[in-house]
């Protein structure tokens, strides 16, 4: 059972407290039993001795089966001593002790990844980061507290590697990715046809949101490299449209740009002393000086140079209106 909590990426449980739980939340290691079953016969029958080449998962388990559960008085002597003592052994013993409840939270995933070692893997690194935090302390079972952050490395591992275009980025999108196909299937049994707004409603987020979410999910990467077909030499990025302009806007462009030049310099030849400081130092330069230094230099305010300013754009634009393709521009 996914969360609230996982799903929006909160923060992890104050340190060595157990988060918000429901009863389907609360996980006794007990029930995982360690010589031949996983907890609800999902796995069928764990091999048991020596390896057998049954699949790697298989001896896997078969391999931390011979780790012994913990009795939780034992569990409490041994976190004490790794929070009190730094004992790496007791840590250790207490992660060894609990990998199985590693494999029986990363198989609620499996409908989520196809590799389920590698969600086992991830949520043992969320095991040892709980073994890391657990204050024994709290009056709470480590199992109960590991849970929270196994299924939270798990979470992030899973949108982190289901394409290699981020998803998931938002708690609506996380809510969407671990839900949808769920609700989904509850409405087809109940005779309702999953549309996106009745999607949206179940699971209180935006149509366009849900519309998203499937187009995301309906197909997988492919190469913008990889040939279209195996005897074409074309690829798909050959087709990709581009955001440049094309040969005729970059001509026309240019063609523009150079009558606007013959134009200022047209202007500038109808100018006087003082406009043409004013036209050349402020309006033609990518780094105009300011007012105060041009009055400066004609002793007069920065007011008065502000409205020569104001006058001689006024008469430029005049003057470009008279042009045949750049009056538009202009206005």
């Given at each position: 059972?996914?969360?609230?909590?996982?799903?929006?990426?909160?923060?992890?449980?104050?340190?060595?407290?157990?988060?918000?739980?429901?009863?389907?939340?609360?996980?006794?290691?007990?029930?995982?039993?360690?010589?031949?079953?996983?907890?609800?016969?999902?796995?069928?029958?764990?091999?048991?001795?020596?390896?057998?080449?049954?699949?790697?998962?298989?001896?896997?388990?078969?391999?931390?089966?011979?780790?012994?559960?913990?009795?939780?008085?034992?569990?409490?002597?041994?976190?004490?001593?790794?929070?009190?003592?730094?004992?790496?052994?007791?840590?250790?013993?207490?992660?060894?002790?609990?990998?199985?409840?590693?494999?029986?939270?990363?198989?609620?995933?499996?409908?989520?990844?196809?590799?389920?070692?590698?969600?086992?893997?991830?949520?043992?690194?969320?095991?040892?980061?709980?073994?890391?935090?657990?204050?024994?302390?709290?009056?709470?079972?480590?199992?109960?507290?590991?849970?929270?952050?196994?299924?939270?490395?798990?979470?992030?591992?899973?949108?982190?590697?289901?394409?290699?275009?981020?998803?998931?980025?938002?708690?609506?999108?996380?809510?969407?990715?671990?839900?949808?196909?769920?609700?989904?299937?509850?409405?087809?049994?109940?005779?309702?046809?999953?549309?996106?707004?009745?999607?949206?409603?179940?699971?209180?987020?935006?149509?366009?949101?849900?519309?998203?979410?499937?187009?995301?999910?309906?197909?997988?990467?492919?190469?913008?490299?990889?040939?279209?077909?195996?005897?074409?030499?074309?690829?798909?990025?050959?087709?990709?449209?581009?955001?440049?302009?094309?040969?005729?806007?970059?001509?026309?462009?240019?063609?523009?740009?150079g009558l606007l030049r013959r134009k200022f310099q047209?202007?500038?030849?109808?100018?006087?002393?003082?406009?043409?400081?004013?036209?050349?130092?402020?309006?033609?330069?990518?780094?105009?000086?300011?007012?105060?230094?041009?009055?400066?230099?004609?002793?007069?305010?920065?007011?008065?140079?502000?409205?020569?300013?104001?006058?001689?754009?006024?008469?430029?634009?005049?003057?470009?209106?008279?042009?045949?393709?750049?009056?538009?521009?202009?206005?």
């Open positions: 059972m996914v969360t609230e909590e996982e799903l929006s990426g909160t923060k992890p449980p104050e340190e060595g407290a157990a988060p918000e739980e429901t009863s389907e939340d609360v996980v006794d290691l007990h029930e995982v039993v360690g010589d031949g079953y996983f907890a609800e016969g999902d796995l069928g029958p764990l091999p048991s001795g020596s390896l057998v080449e049954s699949g790697p998962l298989q001896q896997y388990m078969a391999e931390i089966g011979r780790y012994p559960l913990l009795a939780q008085e034992e569990e409490l002597r041994l976190a004490r001593k790794y929070r009190e003592d730094g004992d790496v052994r007791a840590a250790y013993t207490l992660v060894v002790a609990n990998l199985r409840l590693v494999v029986k939270i990363a198989y609620e995933f499996r409908r989520n990844f196809v590799n389920l070692m590698d969600l086992i893997q991830e949520g043992n690194i969320g095991l040892m980061r709980a073994v890391e935090k657990f204050d024994p302390y709290r009056g709470v079972k480590l199992s109960s507290y590991a849970a929270w952050w196994i299924r939270a490395y798990i979470i992030r591992y899973v949108l982190n590697n289901w394409s290699l275009v981020k998803i998931g980025t938002t708690q609506n999108q996380r809510r969407l990715f671990y839900n949808m196909k769920k609700v989904q299937a509850e409405l087809e049994a109940a005779g309702y046809r999953p549309e996106p707004k009745l999607l949206a409603s179940r699971l209180n987020v935006r149509v366009d949101e849900v519309v998203e979410m499937q187009q995301r999910l309906s197909g997988g990467d492919i190469s913008l490299d990889a040939p279209l077909d195996a005897d074409s030499e074309s690829s798909r990025m050959d087709f990709v449209a581009t955001n440049q302009p094309d040969a005729s806007d970059r001509l026309a462009e240019a063609e523009f740009q047209e202007f500038r030849k109808t100018l006087s002393d003082r406009d043409l400081i004013i036209f050349d130092q402020r309006l033609l330069t990518d780094e105009p000086v300011t007012l105060r230094e041009i009055g400066e230099g004609f002793g007069v305010s920065r007011e008065r140079v502000r409205q020569l300013e104001t006058d001689l754009k006024a008469r430029l634009r005049a003057f470009l209106k008279t042009v045949d393709g750049i009056g538009d521009a202009s206005s």
